[in-house]
């Protein structure tokens, strides 16, 4: 068969990822983003610019989009609502209701629009592909999926807890089967995506039971610059009496809160070396991330009543040996041991708990953009 590639867009508010990715071997052939897209002091006023710059960047490495086998171009999209839950084949249509489901993701799902709209017009003939990061969720038992509110207002603006990074968290629960030589549908097993956002899921036989994000991907764990669970106090809290309008507190709670509101940093190599120079607000920021990791992790041993596997994945999960140990740091009686060689050196995909651990502990990268075309190739 001849090569064969699936061009994957990634468009946030500010930047977009972009990566030509072959399905079947999953080699990467190109990969780029293009970033402060509509700041004040940057080029790119817009994602009509953003992605004719990275059609640019392709070109430069040579890359000719006419000419390399190009099947189809996959756009991630945070929130599918609860219409979509498979990759979908973007029309008019599929774009209108796209549209419709926004605001249930109004700092996420704009920007996707807009790159896909943008993409559609650069490449007119080419099958352009949806995959939502709430897909894999979607089945969620209801238990798990159900906030405690009114039911009937609940219904009437389908609040309902939705769980994000799906493709992540499908993705690297298979590669953890495999690796554990396991077939998926007898693994229990929790998936921690610890990156600039971050989630944690408990999955059963392949199918998720539990996931830390809700509504939108502000629930649950302590993320770069999210706050995570909050007493939904807060908001009233903040409303009424220091007078912040609906904007400003969630802007608060999703760019000025983490780790980055309490230490003023997100990164975690830098946030490493200010611990180390004795940085009491770099220090507490890592300690409440890790402390509801913990929290977190414990519940899911709960939910699952048996787990066979954690698996620490995205930027932090994978390289952050210290983050790893002290989230699951004097768990020995809840069956889980890691070996601290195994846990510093190496790097991929590995186990990294010690042979007489009950559970076994995983490192598995993450590769959302081959898991978005091998999803856009089911459906061609
Ligand atoms: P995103 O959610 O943007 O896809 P990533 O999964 O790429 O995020 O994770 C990015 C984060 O991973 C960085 O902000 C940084 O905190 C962390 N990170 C990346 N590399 C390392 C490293 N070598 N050591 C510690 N943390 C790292």
């Keep these: 068969m001849a090569d064969r590639h699936v061009l994957v867009i990634n468009s946030g508010s500010s930047s977009l990822k972009f990566q030509l990715v072959d399905p079947d071997s999953g080699i990467s052939r190109a990969t780029g983003s293009v970033d402060q897209i509509g ?173 830390s994000m809700g509504l939108t991907p502000l629930e649950g764990l302590v993320m770069g610059t999210r706050s995570g669970d909050i007493d939904p106090g807060v908001y009233s809290y903040l409303w009424r009496t220091a007078k912040m309008n609906v904007d400003e507190i969630e802007s608060m709670l999703n760019k000025k809160s983490g780790v980055l509101g309490l230490a003023g940093e997100r990164d975690f190599r830098r946030l490493r070396s200010m611990i180390e120079s004795g940085d009491a607000a770099a220090k507490l920021g890592y300690d409440v991330f890790i402390h509801r990791l913990r929290k977190y992790i414990g519940a899911y041993l709960a939910v699952l009543g048996h787990t066979d596997v954690v698996t620490f994945t995205a930027g932090i999960g994978e390289h952050d040996a210290a983050v790893r140990r002290d989230a699951l740091a004097g768990l020995v009686e809840l069956g889980i041991e890691l070996d601290e060689g195994r846990n510093v050196d190496g790097s991929g995909m590995r186990r990294i708990s010690t042979d007489d651990s009950r559970i076994t502990v995983l490192v598995v990268p993450t590769n959302e953009e081959l898991a978005i075309a091998r999803d856009c190739v089911s459906v061609l």
Excluded: K
């Design 39 to 211: 700041e004040p002091s940057s080029e790119i006023p817009d994602h009509d610019a953003a992605l004719r710059r990275a059609f640019d960047m392709l070109a430069d490495d040579g890359v000719d989009l006419a000419d390399c086998g190009l099947v189809a171009v996959g756009h991630r999209v945070v929130h599918g609502g609860n219409q979509f839950h498979r990759p979908t084949l973007l029309d008019d249509e599929v774009i209108a209701e796209l549209h419709e489901i926004s605001p249930l993701a109004p700092l996420h799902n704009p920007p996707a629009i807009q790159g896909i709209e943008v993409a559609r017009e650069l490449l007119p003939d080419t099958p352009h592909i949806a995959v939502f990061d709430t897909a894999f969720f979607h089945h969620l038992p209801p238990a798990a999926a159900t906030y405690a509110i009114d039911r009937e207002l609940a219904q009437a603006w389908e609040i309902r807890r939705y769980g994000f990074h799906g493709t992540s968290h499908e993705y690297v629960s298979a590669q953890a089967a495999a690796f554990l030589d396991m077939p998926l549908q007898s693994v229990n097993q929790i998936v921690l995506h610890l990156g600039n956002g971050a989630s944690a899921s408990a999955i059963v036989g392949g199918r998720p039971v539990e996931t």
